[in-house]
């Protein structure tokens, strides 16, 4: 039974484990009334942590819930009650030695498996899901994400129930056993840790492609679901195909199996898991009939596909140390998917999607009683950081990177990342050295977004000198306090900017010029401006941060109409409705006459008909004007 008194696990506390599992041989004998499974662990001392002397070796602790233990060995030798202990949700083992084979077997009843955690079964199909501690419903293991090993999975079950039986890795053994049963033994030459094994068996029919890699290998693409929606699979495999080659051509990452699959199915209880070479989803999330679906169901699955798709180097190749590190594959990889979905539609608009999102969600999040670094020091209950600030904001800190170093540096150091830990489970400040490696530059302060709730707040004035045609910004960050109450340290904040003309045309060489805010409080001058500017700040949204600058209603009608930043164009039309919006309603609660103003409906008219560099005529002359 479940501990009743939670704890708290904090950063600070992280060690690694006495023992690492290097070989992981897994047999499921599923049943209809309980499900056989035997396990099979190559075990080695972890001799970082212990230099045995004279034979004092530590326990083996091994995690395990709802588990029925029938057997426990050490290589041949059977071990008794004396030589092993059960305690909640702990099987501690004597050890005698530096390395072993330890093999136990033990019942469970995945249709009683409620949780829907580890293996359980649903509408008559056997499914897993192991992040971030199911795995432990399943046998005894190390059920945490540093412990990565070489797993081989065998299933046997009834095939007239459960024709179709998949887990990681290459199929490497099909056999047909007495009694209408039948057997498939997987092989998965990656090492992973344990939440990314994957286990489906039951009647479903699939769909079947290919790709051919950049090496010129052909891999087998397979996407399983219900017979009754068989017909709605072509969309997620053409997006398959693209995540692939997109991930070869932006991140030069292959895949690296003989075979992908995706099952996607009514009742799995998560929207998508990125399970090594076996992707499961509920199918919501990745089917689309072309007779129903909206243009935004289509890019929503695309997506959906990529993302998990992408994880195979993002958090699968490469995974997390330990839950802490969560933002390290789901940050990253949220930004992958974000940049794949901009390439294949419309960049603007997919920017501008995804600061909707983080103004209207993440933002209340960092504003209220949850807010919590995107690296949070301590946690009850893993699940609860599933949250937008370790996916969404995570990915803000992973795209701000990607604008300080520049897009070559961002793929070097990309590549460093993937070549130096490879195989390994890391942590974000692996991820964040590896980028000052490849790039050479101090991200020492930036690190500080990692650790620090909240979302900062950037107040921006100006002032122009004809004389010296000099023009100057001050900008000064701040930050709400948070529930934590821990002080707020200036961040180092990219602010992307751009300086119009009056004739609507860029004045700044490069067009935009990214401004390093480090300080409280810091002033920008540019020089050589000859006219008075209308600013285009925080351009792309390049930070995640509540901007305020105070724009007059012709400076927002004039960044309608010319600002050469899609997002910043956006925002400027946003920010000008909902003042117009709001005099409106001041208007009908003192009682006045309902009048739209003519900015908004010039600006409308102008964004409409007039080819975009038009000036609007009523406010042209004096687009400074507030």
């Known amino acids: 039974m479940k501990d009743a008194q939670p704890t708290t696990v904090l950063l600070k506390d992280y060690r690694q484990p006495d023992y690492w599992i290097d070989q992981t041989d897994l047999s499921f004998e599923l049943g209809e009334e309980r499900t056989r499974v035997e396990a099979i662990l190559r075990i080695r001392l972890n001799k970082q942590l212990h230099k045995i002397d004279g034979g004092n070796y530590p326990a083996l602790i091994l995690n395990g819930t709802e588990l029925h233990l029938e057997s426990i060995h050490i290589g041949d030798l059977a071990l008794g009650t004396q030589d092993y202990s059960l305690d909640g949700e702990q099987l501690t083992i004597k050890v005698s030695d530096t390395e072993f084979e330890l093999r136990t077997v033990c019942f469970i009843e995945p249709q009683k498996n409620t949780s829907l955690e580890g293996l359980y079964k649903s509408n008559g199909m056997f499914c897993t899901q192991c992040e971030a501690e199911g795995f432990r419903k399943i046998t005894y293991y190390l059920d945490r994400p540093d412990v990565m090993s070489i797993f081989s999975c065998k299933i046997t079950a009834d095939k007239s129930l459960y024709p179709v039986l998949l887990s990681n890795g290459n199929e ?54 219900e017979q009754r929606n068989i017909h709605k699979c072509a969309h997620a495999i053409d997006s398959l195909k693209r995540s692939m080659r997109w991930d070869e051509e932006v991140y030069g990452r292959e895949y690296d199996l003989d075979i992908f699959m995706i099952v996607a199915v009514d009742h799995f209880n998560m929207g998508a898991m990125e399970n090594k070479g076996l992707n499961i989803f509920n199918s919501s999330c990745v089917l689309a009939s072309p007779e129903t679906a909206t243009d935004n169901s289509f890019q929503r699955i695309e997506a959906i596909v990529a993302h998990e798709y992408f994880h195979n180097w993002s958090g699968n190749r490469v995974t997390c140390r330990d839950w802490f590190q969560l933002s390290l594959k ?10 794949f979905s901009a390439d294949m539609n419309s960049r603007t608009v997919k920017r501008i999607e995804d600061v909707a999102l983080l103004r209207t969600a993440q933002f209340a999040e960092d504003a209220g009683p949850m807010a919590h670094p995107v690296l949070p020091d301590s946690y009850m209950e893993i699940s609860n950081f599933y ?29 460093l990342y993937f070549e130096r830990y490879d195989g390994l489970a890391v942590t974000v400040e692996n ?62 904040i990219p602010l992307a900017v751009g300086l119009l003309s009056s004739e609507g045309s860029d004045l700044l060489p490069d067009k935009t010029q990214m401004l390093n805010l480090t300080d409280a409080n810091q002033s920008f001058t540019f020089e050589g401006i000859k006219e008075p500017p209308v600013p285009s700040l925080l351009r792309d949204f390049s930070a995640p941060v509540r901007l305020e600058f105070d724009y007059s209603d012709q400076q927002l009608a004039f960044l309608m109409a010319n600002d050469t930043d899609g997002f910043n164009r956006w925002d400027a039309a946003q920010q000008l409705s909902v003042r117009v919006l709001q005099r409106m309603v001041d208007a009908v609660v003192a009682g006045e006459p309902l009048v739209v103003d003519w900015v908004l409906i010039d600006a409308y008219e102008q964004l409409l008909t007039a080819p975009r560099g038009h000036i609007p005529p009523r406010y042209c002359q004096n687009p400074v004007a507030r």
């Open 431 to 492: 991820f964040v050295s590896t980028m000052e490696d490849a790039s050479e530059m101090d991200l020492t302060q930036f690190r500080r977004w990692y650790h620090q709730a909240g979302t900062p707040v950037i107040k921006v004035t100006d002032e122009y000198d004809s004389s010296e045609q000099c023009y100057r910004l001050h900008v000064s960050q701040s930050c709400p306090a948070t529930p934590d109450k821990k002080p707020k340290q200036p961040l180092h």
């Open 387 to 415: 949250t937008l600030t370790v996916y969404e904001k995570g990915a803000e800190l992973v795209r701000m990177i990607h604008k300080l170093l520049g897009k070559q540096n961002f793929r070097a150091g990309s590549d």
């Open 330 to 339: 789901e940050g990253f990889t949220v930004f992958r998917d974000s940049e």
């Open 172 to 225: 490497f053994e099909r056999e047909t056993l007495k009694n209408g049963f039948h057997s498939v033994l997987w092989r998965d030459p990656h090492k992973k840790p344990a939440y990314l094994f994957a286990l489906v068996a039951g009647d479903l029919e699939h769909v079947r492609d290919s790709f051919t890699t950049c090496s010129g290998r052909e891999v087998t693409l397979q996407l399983f679901t």
